[in-house]
């Protein structure tokens, strides 16, 4: 059989619907919110930055959905998913006017009075199969089991809730914006009566845990949280094991024990270790073994800049520093002081020194100099992050605003995360 | 019990406390009706002679003591080791001017109070005929013997692993002849369910088979690991209690991490109840061994809304191949991931069919292909679906061990067969 070599590991974004493949180490934790949801009908998933909540979701939770494994009262699932930046409602609407092919202006106006507006417009559309109605009680079982696949359940997924905090436009002196309370009025009411008729209607939310407390300002939504939230704990030793071997072993690969022991004992406590360690491995198994050809081990966690060439076996130590003389200067700096941390600053550092060479070629009558390419990235970052209360948190800008900001007529921004060159770029504005 | 203090001018045979304490007491033991060695819970069996040092002792004294106890003594220290080679009982005062090398004389009280504890408990099971090996089904770990820099850190260690629930071997103080050393490393390893090696700063002196204390451990419980499969190897550097690591000791961290197998941890992690905890959850989580009797040639799936469809293709298959078959979805109370992919290990192919569900399809066949172990199970998947069906058209599942197929529905039977017979015949 033909071994298809597709690279398991996502980087630093997080796992779609379709990574669900080799999204691992989380088996438990989605079994358990399943059933917190499939009891509650809502789900608040909290936990840490970077601790895979959004994959949690999409790559754990919506596949299990689809495949069968967590069954409403229809064969079909219809997912909506949503952040909601600045304009919680607006976003919402777009999505539905996506699924119920209603126009956006319709479906926004429709929403408007909050309370049992998302139920009715579930309920009446070809979406839902009431089976108390004449329609489906005079059919026989062979028709029955048409119109139930036919019918779908509707799972509504608010990723990155908290930015309903960390928006002036939604959140501002302690007091949310009349859009969010809309938003929040329609969580909680929706839920009451997908509950008490029993309407296959669910809602999960994605939120960083540090913003909790901020929950307390609308009434009863502390009381939803309370009911239905699951903490996303740390993954442990061995789930972290999992995370980094099974996903080579399922697409054919293979990675040396030494070097999934490496890379455990070089992760530190805190924050944001599993993208870090999801960045390492992608550029491990893209860059230097040969997108997964060659068995993934410590040599090529050196040549990424995670780990120091002279702890590499004596044969190992010996092929490195063949390969590295060969290195331009400023490679040779990256990889001056190794650890895992390293190797995202490395890359990194790399893409910002040659932006403007990639750029020039792919726009050659519009040539930029090093200054200028460095210039505006760091701009672009500078716009795509802020603090909130000392918490490093993203703010969300279109293009055009960020071209604006940047001030030069003659350059268009594009998507530059592109370069990291993961396999599907991320879906961040910039 | 006999607990004598052995000092450098115990062992000699015309002394009083030797004829008549020792040598009484080993006399009347063999005799009574406990026996001189009692059972114990991860070690073979135990003297009821504990042997408490307070000064090293040579070569010489050693056997002549290990001569008149069946070779089976096994002590503790209470030794301060002052300078190297110069050595003083230890004290209680010594803990408060405690220095990395050296044991902490609250640490070794606790060791004795715990083997009396368990020869006692020994004692009555054996008077009372309970088998101590079959009422004993805490895990088993054997901790490493450590140069002196790390001795602190293995006693703090081991009490931890007992108070997490764990068994601990060996209970003794490191032997100071190396055949006594290789004899009780293997006798221990061979009890346990995994070894746990703490890697300090220092080689240390002792050398046993050429090898450093700590190497010469680690490359026996590695012995363990080709006939047994659930075993692990826990591998302690725990970098944070050493102010420098020694450049020999380095070299040899480095080889030991460039020559991991699996089942092998290397671990930094901070704290001893971190550590354990690790361990235990490790030990916890056992490889599930695939048990089933049962061997099925063709195993076919298909959602419970395609069941018209299958039925027939179902008919016509049995007629030419045995099939099981499993309809997903139909029962709410049913876990099908865990039933299909019992099923699919058993079988030789797996089928998966599809007509009206495809949009159950293709996250079903991922799913189940991720928890049969994807490129590396055995049991390839056909995923086929029936091509007359046009929602179906361009639906895929592309990936290692995996057909996917799209076929007019009559005709799927037929494509069944075949891959089943290239499966019989290794062309998959």
Known sequence: MTQIKICPYPGLRAFNENESLYFKGREFHVEKSIELLKQNKFLMLTGASGDGKSSMVFAGLVPNAKAGFFRGDFGRWTIVDFRPERDPIGNFANCLTLMFGIDHVNIQSALEPGFSSLIELYTHSSLYLDKSKPEYQNEDEKSRKKLINKASNLLIIIDQFEELFTNPENFFEGQLSNNSKLLLNLIIETNKIAKAKEIPLYIVCTMRSDYIGNCTVYKGLPELIGESNYFIPRLNRNEIYQAIEEPALLSGNIITPRLVERLLYDLKEGLDILPVLQHALFRIWKEYSNDGSEQMDLIHYAKIGGMPSNELSKSDNELFKEWFINLPDFKKKLLANPSLENVLNAHANELYETAHERYNISNPGKKISKQLSQDIIKSSFKCLTRLDDNKAVRNRMSLPEIEQIIGNENITVNTKVSHLNYPEKTEQSV | ?428
């Open chain 2, 1 to 428: 019990m006999f607990i004598p203090i052995i000092s450098n001018s115990y062992c000699d045979a015309n002394k009083d406390n030797w004829k008549n304490e020792l040598q009484y007491f080993k006399n009347s033991a063999v005799a009574d009706s406990l026996g001189f060695l009692l059972p114990f819970k991860g070690e073979l069996l135990l003297s009821r002679i504990l042997p408490i040092k307070i000064n090293s002792i040579s070569d010489a004294e050693y056997s002549i003591l290990e001569g008149k106890t069946d070779g089976r003594l096994k002590s503790i220290d209470f030794i301060f080791d002052a300078i190297e080679g110069v050595s003083r009982p230890l004290r209680p005062n010594d803990d408060v001017t405690f220095k990395t090398g050296t044991l902490l004389y609250r640490n070794q009280i606790i060791k004795t109070a715990n083997i009396i504890a368990e020869l006692l408990l020994s004692a009555k099971n054996k008077l009372k005929g309970i088998d101590i090996q079959s009422e004993n089904n805490k895990n088993t770990v054997f901790l490493a013997w450590t140069p002196n820099d790390c001795k602190k850190i293995r006693d703090d260690l081991a009490i931890v692993l007992e108070k997490a629930g764990m068994n601990v071997v060996p209970i003794y103080d490191c032997p100071s002849k190396d055949s006594d050393f290789n004899e009780r490393v293997n006798e221990a390893i061979k009890k346990s369910d995994c070894s746990v090696h703490i890697l300090g700063g220092k080689v240390g002196n002792r050398q046993i088979n050429n090898l450093p204390i700590s190497l010469n451990q680690i490359e026996e419980a590695k012995k363990i690991l080709t006939t047994n499969s659930d075993y692990k190897i826990f591998i302690w550097n725990n970098l944070s209690s050493f102010y420098s690591i020694e450049p020999e000791q380095q070299k040899i961290i480095n080889d030991i991490r460039n020559n991991i197998i699996n089942k092998m941890i290397f671990t930094n992690i901070p704290s001893p109840v971190q550590l354990v905890d690790d361990i235990r959850t490790m030990l916890a989580s056992k490889e599930e061994k695939e048990t089933s009797n049962d061997q099925h040639e063709v195993f076919f799936m298909y959602n419970f809304l395609d069941e018209d469809n299958a039925d027939e293709i179902k008919e016509m298959l049995s007629d030419i191949l045995p099939v099981e078959a499993l309809i997903v979805g139909e029962d709410q109370s049913l876990d099908y991931g865990q039933v299909s992919v019992r099923l699919i290990k058993s079988s030789k192919l797996a089928v998966i069919f599809y007509s009206e569900a495809g949009t159950w399809a293709i996250p079903f066949v991922q799913q189940i292909w991720k928890m049969i172990g994807g490129a590396s199970s055995r049991t390839p998947i056909l995923f086929i679906g029936d091509k007359e069906n046009v929602n179906n058209i361009g639906k895929a599942f592309i990936a290692p061990n995996v057909i996917s197929k799209l076929i007019q529905k009559n005709f799927i039977p037929f494509e069944i067969k075949a891959t089943y017979d290239n499966i019989v015949e290794g062309n998959l």
